[in-house]
């Protein structure tokens, strides 16, 4: 299949995934069957789907390394940039504590794990998957500590770092991550049969998952009451996000047609808001309401416009 064709086959498979998880949402309010049957996915998620892929594709890699740190780097730049850049011009604006948190979350965290990885695999190839973890986990970290130190800052209620630092070494992908490399280290050999066999036949239903998790997630909401912050998120994924990895990819000097680092990060730059800013905004006692709105918009615009415009242009 050749790249365009399969970018348009991945992005009708996305917006279909995503579309139809929320719709069985909306379908099936109410109900504690589907409630618990997603409730279920999300712990499989967490505890098998993303340490799985990024084990796969940490063993995959061998000794090439060095992609890998690339990717991590470039997720570390992409996003905290971003959330340092919003968090500047809020305050220049004059935006209250709230509204400031919100913006600068919601623009500087992206979605890289539930839609960001599937979206990658559907539209590039699974040879860009381990590059894409590595963005991936350089994003969920930074998020974790620097996203919690941020609502710190701004709310005034503290966490101490024993218990960030416990949290992120913690979670399943980032000790898999680190497993992998003690496999790569020890130069402990795997089937190759058993990795072509998870990438061929166990990936894709993963990732199914997950898109189907993540419009479940959704919750549906009209635009009006916070046009102007979802026009601020919006200009900052899909605009500044991009125009960023674009820099990182020139400072790394990668060749865009080429390297799987450079194709991967820029796919990932531009994902929507992540769920994990609800988490967060829950956490601190924020409006709930703003950040589903901000989500839920963004996430639409991003497999209805965004990501076929990306998938036309650049693939």
């Not at 379908?27 to 409630?35: C, D, M, P, S, Y």
């Not at 381990?130 to 996203?147: K, R």
């Not at 061929?200 to 419009?215: E, H, K, Q, R």
């Not at 799987?260 to 609800?278: D, Q, Y």
Request: aromatic letters at 12%; hydrophobic letters at 55%.
């Amino acid at each position: 299949m050749t790249q365009p064709l399969r970018a348009v086959f991945g992005v009708l498979y996305i917006l279909v995934l995503v579309l139809a998880g929320l719709l069985i949402k909306i379908l099936g309010r109410g109900r504690k069957t589907v409630e618990s049957i997603f409730e279920s996915i999300n712990i499989f998620a967490v505890w098998a789907i993303l340490p799985s892929i990024a084990f796969v594709s940490v063993v995959k890699l061998g000794e090439n390394i060095s992609d890998f740190l690339t990717a991590f780097l470039t997720g570390l730049f992409c996003s905290s940039a971003c959330l340092s850049l919003s968090f500047a011009i809020s305050r220049l604006r004059g935006h209250d504590r709230g509204t400031m948190l919100g913006l600068s979350l919601n623009s500087g965290f992206m979605n890289v794990a539930y839609l960001g990885l599937p979206a990658v695999y559907a539209t590039l190839e699974g040879k860009y998957m381990a590059p894409a973890v590595a963005f991936a986990l350089g994003v969920s970290i930074l998020h974790v500590f620097l996203g919690t130190a941020f609502c710190n800052l701004v709310t005034g209620r503290g966490r101490r770092l024993p218990s960030l630092i416990a949290e992120v070494f913690s979670f399943p992908a980032v000790f898999a991550t680190f497993v992998g490399f003690l496999f790569v280290f020890l130069k402990v050999p795997l089937p190759e049969d058993m990795l072509n066999s998870f990438d061929l036949y166990i990936s894709p239903v993963f990732l199914a998952l997950m898109l189907l998790l993540t419009g479940y997630l959704l919750t549906v909401s009209r635009p009006s009451r916070h046009l102007r912050e979802i026009s601020w998120v919006s200009l900052f994924r899909f605009t500044v996000s991009p125009a960023i990895a674009l820099l990182a990819i020139l400072f790394f000097r990668l060749d865009l047609q080429a390297s799987l680092t450079a194709r991967a990060a820029l796919l990932l730059s531009i994902m929507p808001p992540g769920t994990f800013n609800l988490i967060l905004a829950k956490n601190f006692k924020q409006n709930l309401e703003f950040y589903g709105a901000i989500l839920f918009h963004t996430t639409l615009l991003f497999t209805l416009l965004v990501l076929p415009l990306f998938s036309a242009l650049m693939l």
